[in-house]
């Protein structure tokens, strides 16, 4: 007779935490097969991972503390899917690397979080981005510390700092987003810890912002991140500029961002467009990278990306998807797709890859769970 009465005990337990606690776990797999050419270097073909959407396990909460306010968990890591492994940035290590943070949040002041978490920049950027930086022909196509000179003077070429550099995300960080009902208006502050003095992620410190508008079809936003060389203590700045506008048949989209560390600079111009075709994406990117430095040479150094996307939406968790693109070297630019054959910018190498061009496709499956 006591069994069923703990287990109904139990259960109304349950329930009434349920009601104040919500906890959830979801993710994506996201896998493609891939080919890229790299100009005389030959063609590498490999399985990728997260080329649509990037393949990740979230497990996130919040508990309402009354009042309208509430307090939250957000953790998120990227994993490999094709060979099984978790946590794909630097530190070796690093679990929860797209996000893990704890926050405060109220419906009319807005909310504050700490931890790990996305720079402004990045969001700005990865919105106004057809193929939210993501796969062969996503906006980040020139994120390289060896291709950009700007990058690679502010925070070195070595793999870790490629890996770890602060275009993407930061740790450390102390946030303040707006609240959300301010008529389309949306924005944040993020400042990251010093440390002590102590370098994380090649830089020591780092303050930014995010603003924007969005209604009536449009959306305009505009971010930047500033940074300090680990080494220099040298200002780098990170600045993105974007609009779009939603008619309906299509959704448009302009942006620019900045890369600058002292007479260096890439700057990224981007049009794009999503097209729906019945319950499915034609998506289209035209990228440019334009370099100036101290240099003649190197404002020559210039390069161009094409990009064609196919979603076909099996279900709303479930897609195929076929993309194709093509990376154009200018001067001695030695930019290229992700997953082909290694390049080098030195043109004493066996490598070499100034002024080549280099050209992908990839077809894949994605699945939100």
């Not at 981007?270 to 729906?276: H, K, N, S, T």
């Amino acid at each position: 007779m006591k069994t069923p009465f703990l287990t109904t005990l139990l259960a109304g337990a349950c329930a009434a935490a349920t009601a104040q606690t919500g906890v959830s776990l979801g993710g994506t797999l996201d896998l493609s097969l891939r080919q890229v050419h790299n100009g005389r270097l030959g063609s590498l073909r490999s399985e990728a991972s997260g080329a649509n959407s990037t393949s990740k396990l979230v497990i996130r909460g919040s508990e309402d503390l009354g009042g309208g306010l509430k307090a939250g968990f957000y953790l998120d890591g990227s994993m490999l899917a094709d060979v099984g492994s978790a946590g794909t940035s630097a530190p070796a290590g690093q679990f929860w690397d797209r996000r893990s943070t704890v926050s405060l949040s109220d419906a009319r002041l807005g909310e504050l979080r700490l931890g790990r978490d996305w720079v402004p920049t990045h969001l700005v950027w990865s919105g106004f981005d057809p193929f939210v930086t993501l796969g062969i022909a996503g906006a980040n196509s020139f994120r390289s510390l060896t291709g950009s000179r700007a990058l690679g003077q502010a925070f070195g070429t070595a793999p870790e700092s490629q890996a770890a550099n602060p275009l993407m995300r930061v740790s450390n960080a102390l946030e303040y987003f707006l609240p959300a009902d301010l008529g389309g208006v949306f924005g944040s502050v993020t400042l990251t810890a010093g440390e002590g003095g102590a370098t994380a992620n090649g830089f020591t410190r780092g303050e930014g912002f995010r603003l924007g508008w969005s209604g009536a079809g449009w959306t305009v936003a505009a971010a930047q991140f500033t940074t300090r060389n680990a080494s220099a203590n040298r200002r780098f700045q990170d600045q993105v500029l974007g609009l779009a506008y939603n008619a309906g048949w299509a959704r448009l989209d302009l942006a620019q961002r900045r890369w600058i560390f002292g007479p260096d600079r890439t700057v990224n111009t981007q049009l794009g467009a999503i097209i729906p075709v019945g319950l499915h994406d034609l998506k289209l990117t035209y990228l440019h990278a334009n370099q100036s430095g101290a240099t003649a040479a190197l404002n020559a150094n210039d390069a161009t990306l094409l990009g064609v996307g196919y979603i076909y939406n099996l279900s709303k968790r479930t897609a195929l998807y076929l993309h194709v693109a093509r990376l154009s070297n200018q001067g001695a630019a030695a930019f290229a797709i992700a997953g082909g054959p290694a390049v080098s910018t030195l043109s004493s190498a066996p490598n070499y890859f100034g002024g080549q061009r280099s050209t992908a496709s990839e077809l894949g499956l994605r699945h939100d769970f």
